[in-house]
């Protein structure tokens, strides 16, 4: 059985924190008081990291070790897209299930290490956040409340739906979620604006746009790879009009070009969900993505400033970072 476990016997997750930590301490000569005002937390907590780090001997491997990389992609990708927070994981000889498996993980560390901070979670869907919510442990977050960002009505894969997504992760952690009963994609404009008049449905999206931290999977424009596409919510003709619009990817199913703008199109048009324009108010959104595939709808995200937080693999990082 895989352990995320290394050698030195603490999880990878924790380990990236550690040599982030280390790497600010050390490397960039910031001050213990300095790195607890960035990481929002207390001396005491980051005075123990390092403390913690060192008995694990992080910093006599830190120059050679594969995280003291994927924290130099992580500074640079924070740098170039003006991101509060990059989390990089390895993705040398790794299988792309390894690849996956590792990025959810990274995802649901993040999660937790923040949950304190909130209150409303939302939630969009995919394959991409039905492996992440699969990585979250059972805890207890009463106060919590799991919120959809698009619509969660369909006749297949239910399970990568939102509604069942917000339903898992509340269950995960003993809170309280709501459901958006509407599905994501509707067969007209007008269909869209008579059910958003509806007072169960506006409701809910409202919620939706007053979430503490969102959590959102980056679709591309292939339609071999496209959940869209795999579940019929989008067809040949409708994905060779968005590709004529200049759209490279969505979230949630709104598409946006290269430069972040949102595709003004028929498809977007009948979209329940949160708008790509109401991402921006909120706190904290955080992007996961893993291929390289990928690379061209993340670069479109990022350029969107739709996202806070990015956790992707070392070769979309690399990716991310060409010109």
Known sequence: ???????????????????????????E?????????????????????????????????YFQDETAYTVNLEKQLEERYQLDEVIVTP??????????????????????????????????WGGTIWRF???????????????????????????????????????????????????????SEELKAQLEQMDSISTVLKRGREVDMAFVGIGGIHPETSILSKLGYINKTEYSQLKKQGAVGDIGCMFFDKSGNEVVSDFN???????????????????????????????????????NTLIIDSQLANQLLED
Do not use: W
């Open 133 to 187: 919510i699969s990585a979250v442990p059972h805890q207890s977050h009463p106060n919590l409340c799991i919120i959809p960002l698009c619509g969660g009505i369909g006749s297949t894969n239910l399970e990568l739906h939102s509604n069942s997504l917000a339903f898992e992760l509340a269950e995960r952690f003993s809170c309280d979620y709501t459901s958006l009963y509407a599905p994501a994609i509707v067969s």
């Open 29 to 61: 000569g910031l001050t213990q008081s300095e790195i607890a005002k960035k990481s929002n937390v207390s001396n005491t907590i980051i005075s123990r990291k390092i403390k913690k780090g060192i008995e694990h001997r992080l910093v006599d491997y």
């Open 91 to 124: 993705a040398y000889k790794r299988s792309p299930e390894m690849i996956e498996y590792e990025v959810s993980k990274a995802a649901a560390f993040h999660l937790l290490s923040q949950i304190e901070h909130v209150s409303k979670i939302g939630l969009t």
């Open 269 to 307: 048009k009948k979209v329940v969900a949160v708008e790509l324009a109401n991402l921006r108010e909120i706190p904290d959104v955080v992007g996961i993505a893993c291929g390289v595939h990928k690379a061209e709808a993340v670069k479109g995200c990022l350029n969107g400033k739709y996202l």
């Open 1 to 27: 059985m895989y352990s995320s476990k290394g050698n030195n016997g603490i999880r990878s997750e924790e380990k990236n924190e550690l040599v982030n930590i280390l790497n600010m301490h050390f490397s």
